[in-house]
């Protein structure tokens, strides 16, 4: 037997092993099985090491070096015993994806000797062959080499014969080259403002954790149709094809029940998902036809991120195995819904408590109107650059695409509590509050029901949604890394909280009373933020006016939505928090700015590449059909009879020759506008360029080369229709 099929069998009794495992043993069984958790650290650690490593993850302390090798130690022999040879630091380079370079335990120690070896200083740090990873020419500016840092709040886990560790990749010179790092900074103040914030209501609140909950969009397409689309291969879209007749007007697939191929695919990354302790609960079809998504249960932020990346790449693992291929574009065909990360946010307390969850008592309510407030103050402030953080040639397919969240950054909270804050606003008055409108306000303040029913009018169509108990930014790309819209809204939550703190800190010491000066602040941010909130259709073209109207920003595209993060007040944000200096700013601009390029990039020259190599010489292909057919009527029936015989044949020559010469003539443009684009040398300017005058002319050629494709036999056609993409089951 060859050994490649001695694999594949012993990968297919290996899963056949699986599935009976997964038969007989409940998730609660297995669960997190290839983490190396706290509750694994306490069985194989001494009782010291184990303290130094949950302090460590706990409150973020440093780990010795004795220390560090210990828990190595423990690592590597929990993870040899499930089947590891290799170890790896996985990181999250700036690329979008996730990075990891092997390294064997094994060490040769003589002649025909080896021992397995993993030491503290290898679990703590190491020097990845970094120089091909993107830095924004912060290491050139620098000079520095960047290394990979462990980071003990996220389990590491094996994966295959691997164990992989989570870690921030930073230069030498302290700038952080992933997304990681600046993320752990965020949530690191805004738990501390908003733990600051929580002893106007509990001094018991000595800890509290952002939450993330989010909801990964996916499409589903057969392998071998996939490979037979080299615009899915390379671009992870479709950049040609004609609408099929059957969309998703029916809505059928929503919901539907979930095709048997697709059911073992899901209960195969499901499993593996658990294995890595990934809480995925939920899974279902989308609106478009072969489109699902899964949600996990809420975790901590970062955990929860690293679980995010994880499970795409575990999906794709897994897919394969399933002959599926996963699209994660956020808009892979052009008619049907695209696809989005919601990133559902909260932040709760060591006490228990979901601060954006109305409570039981007017207290609570207050604690929850000052969380609610605040963070709606926040994205009123900085929307902008809440905006800035989902730009990517991806998203701007999908962003303000009509059946998605449009590009204007706008916050929905639902009627009942649009009543409230309009009552609030009006009941509060500037000067010393009397007790009987003291009173008035508490009640009104209580009646906020623990749970809030009215979701039943639910906004579909806002990019940033109060859901009952938390908020869900809707914009983000499906493959975006959720780190970066997370490190934006922490940071900008935090700044708000403690601009709030200081506020109601000396409303106190002017003398008015901890509750009336809360009030009182509450009621100016209710006021200053009144034009971010929008309860209306975001779809609409009204709202596109109204925002105008209203001041509200409309960045269309990346290039422009990333200019944000030049501006001075946004520099000085990130600055001010230490989340990222000024210089790790500008890489970041220009890192994005270059990704965006080679993303369009590559688009174009699929384009150019399909339309010259495989659209039109199927066109005319079939157009030299139809003029043999056309000629052989002429010869045999005569110059005028054989004309009229073939007339549609003729018509469709002429049509087809119109077409081809146009999709000839717009790709051409195309080219030279991608030869000018490519002349420019500053990043920023490119991009633009690459966004106005190469991408802005996808359309018309898409145009061109969409109607030959319901010109031409449908024998002749190259590429896999869309209707063959979507609806193969
Ligand atoms: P749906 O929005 O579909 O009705 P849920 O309300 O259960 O479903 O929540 C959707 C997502 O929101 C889930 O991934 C869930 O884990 C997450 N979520 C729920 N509560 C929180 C929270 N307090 N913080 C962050 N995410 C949360
Ligand atoms: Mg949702």
Same mark, same amino acid.
């Given at each position: ?12 009794? /290996? ?21 190396? /958790? ?20 706990? =409150? ?5 070096? $004795? /220390?560090?090798? !210990? @828990? ?11 089947? #590891? ?40 740090? !190491? ?7 993107? =830095? ?7 000079? #520095? ?49 908003? !733990? ?13 954790? +952002? ?8 499409f589903?397409i057969d392998t071998a149709l996939y490979n037979s689309r080299p615009d899915l291969m390379m671009a992870g879209r479709a950049v040609f094809g004609h609408s099929p007749a059957k969309g998703q007007q029916l809505?059928d697939h ?9 059911? #073992? ?6 499993? *593996? ?15 478009a036809p072969n ?15 690293? /679980? ?5 790449? $575990? ?10 291929r996963?699209l994660?574009h956020?808009k892979p065909f052009a008619g049907i819904n695209g696809?989005?990360?919601? =990133? ?33 103050? +926040? ?8 905006? +800035?953080?989902?730009?990517? +040639?991806?998203?701007?397919h999908?962003?303000?695409a009509n059946e ?43 009646? @906020? ?34 780190? !970066? ?7 900008? $939550? ?37 034009? @971010?909130?929008? *309860? ?53 601009? *220009? @890192? *994005? ?6 993303k369009i990039q590559i688009e174009a020259r699929i384009v150019g590449d399909l339309a010259k190599n495989h659209i039109m010489p199927a066109a005319i292909e079939y157009q030299n059909i139809l003029i043999a057919n056309a000629q052989g009527l002429i010869d045999v029936l005569g110059e005028k009879e054989g004309r009229e015989a073939a007339k549609t044949q003729i018509n469709f020559i002429k049509s087809i020759s119109k077409h081809v010469n146009s999709l000839n003539d717009k790709v051409n443009d195309m080219i030279a506008e991608r030869k000018k684009a490519n002349g ?9 360029a690459y966004c106005d005058n190469v991408k802005g002319k996808f359309d018309e050629i898409r145009y061109h080369a969409d109607k030959l494709e319901i010109m031409v036999d449908d024998e002749l056609w190259p590429l896999p229709k869309l209707r063959e993409l979507l609806f193969t089951k």
């Open positions: 037997m060859s050994s490649s099929r001695k694999n594949a069998l012993d990968e297919v009794l /290996h899963r056949e092993a699986n599935h009976i495992q997964t038969g007989e043993r409940r998730v609660s069984e297995y669960f997190g099985e290839n983490t190396f /958790h706290l509750d694994k650290m306490r069985e194989c650690l001494t009782e010291e090491a184990y303290k130094v490593v949950k302090s460590a993850i706990e =409150n973020g302390s440093h780990v010795d070096r $004795v /220390h560090a090798d !210990q @828990i190595a130690t423990a690592m590597k022999d929990w993870a040899i015993s499930k089947g #590891a040879t290799h170890y790896t630091h996985w990181f999250q380079p700036l690329t979008g994806s996730t990075a990891e370079k092997h390294d064997g335990f094994f060490k040769p120690i003589g002649p025909g000797k080896a021992i397995e070896r993993f030491e503290g200083d290898l679990l703590v740090q !190491q020097e990845p062959d970094a120089s091909s990873f993107p =830095n924004g020419g912060i290491r050139n500016t620098f000079e #520095a080499r960047g290394y990979t840092a462990w980071d003990p709040s996220s389990p590491a886990f094996v994966i295959g014969k691997t164990l992989c560790i989570p870690t921030v990749f930073i230069a030498y010179t302290g700038e952080a080259l992933d997304f990681k790092m600046p993320l752990i900074k965020a949530l690191t103040k805004v738990e501390t403002a908003a !733990q600051e914030v929580c002893q106007y209501f509990d001094k018991n609140v000595t800890n509290v954790n +952002a939450t993330l909950g989010w909801e990964q969009e996916y589903l809505d929503y919901f539907g029940s979930i095709p048997e191929r697709v059911t #073992a695919f899901m209960r195969d990354f499901e499993y *593996e998902s658990h294995l890595l302790g990934i809480p995925v609960t939920t899974r279902h079809n989308e609106v489109q699902f998504e899964c949600a996990p249960m809420f975790e901590e932020v970062n955990i929860a991120n690293d /679980h995010n990346l994880l499970l795409m790449d $575990v999906m794709e693992k897994t897919a394969s195995k399933h002959n599926f996963v994660l956020e696809s989005g990360k919601h =990133n559902n946010w909260s932040m709760g307390t060591n006490t228990g408590v979901n601060l954006l969850q109305p409570g039981k008592n007017p207290k609570s309510n207050l604690r929850f109107l000052t969380f609610f407030v605040n963070t709606i103050m +926040a994205i009123h402030e900085n929307a902008d650059l809440l905006r +800035a953080s989902i730009a990517s +040639a991806g998203n701007d999908r962003l303000g998605a969240p449009p590009a204007i950054i706008s916050v929905f909270i639902g009627s009942q509590l649009t009543k409230m804050l309009d009552d609030l606003e009006k009941s509060i008055s500037a000067g010393k509050m009397t007790p009987e409108a003291k009173t008035e306000l508490k009640l009104s303040i209580g009646k @906020i029901p623990q749970i809030l029913l009215d979701n039943t009018d639910r906004n579909r169509t806002s990019p940033f949604a109060f859901t009952g108990n938390k908020f869900e930014f809707r914009a983000v790309g499906s493959s975006a890394n959720c780190a !970066q819209s997370m490190t934006v809204l922490n940071t900008i $939550v935090a700044d708000q909280l403690e601009k709030f703190k200081i506020n109601v800190d000396k409303r106190i010491t002017d003398g008015d009373k901890k509750d009336e000066a809360i009030l009182k602040e509450l009621q100016k941010l209710i006021t200053s933020s009144k034009k @971010i909130r929008f *309860e209306g259709n975001g779809y609409g073209d009204e709202w596109v006016k109204e925002a105008e109207k209203r001041g509200l920003s409309n960045l269309k595209d990346s290039p422009r939505a990333l200019d944000v993060y030049l501006r001075k007040e946004v520099k000085d944000l990130f600055d001010r928090h230490g989340i990222l200096s000024p210089v790790e700013l500008e890489a970041r601009h *220009e @890192i *994005e700015l270059e990704n965006y390029i080679l420019i040398e500053d990043a920023r300017e490119k991009a633009y």
